[in-house]
């Protein structure tokens, strides 16, 4: 069999739902890892970047521009995803709400003010380095 037959059956619409799930996945992950250690674990916006590189990749999504807009903003979405959540389950925790009750509750500038005094200097630079990263290894 020719290689562009075999070119010719590649599914190429998968990615959107890889994607997705990439999206998701990441997030959940995130906040289970936080709220076990007791810590905001930025290096797992590395790992988000990996994820979604990986997820694209698998999902048959072209190397390209579209790819890397697509690791980037994934991995800022996915973070503030993930520092929301995290932010609202230890408000939420105290006052005896679940973390989906507290999520939808808290308001964008309490959010981020938690997120900004629970997040030190190495947490943005972790979030740096993941987009770095994801952009690299997407392109």
Do not use: K
Request: charged share 10%; no cysteine.
């Amino acid at each position: 069999m020719s290689s562009n037959a075999a070119r010719a059956r590649t599914v190429t619409w998968l990615w959107p739902f890889m994607l997705l799930l990439g999206l998701v996945v990441a997030p959940m992950a995130w906040l289970v890892l936080a709220l076990m250690t007791g810590r905001q674990v930025g290096w797992m916006a590395v790992v988000t970047a990996l994820e979604l590189v990986f997820m694209l990749r698998l999902g048959t999504l072209g190397p390209g521009r579209l790819r890397v807009v697509l690791v980037v903003l994934g991995t800022l979405l996915v973070s503030a995803v993930a520092y929301w959540s995290i932010a609202s389950a230890w408000m939420g925790g105290s006052i005896g709400l679940n973390p989906m009750d507290a999520a939808l509750r808290m308001g964008p500038h309490l959010a981020w003010t938690l997120t900004h005094l629970a997040n030190g200097a190495m947490e943005w630079i972790w979030l740096a380095v993941g987009v770095a990263v994801g952009a690299w290894l997407a392109r």
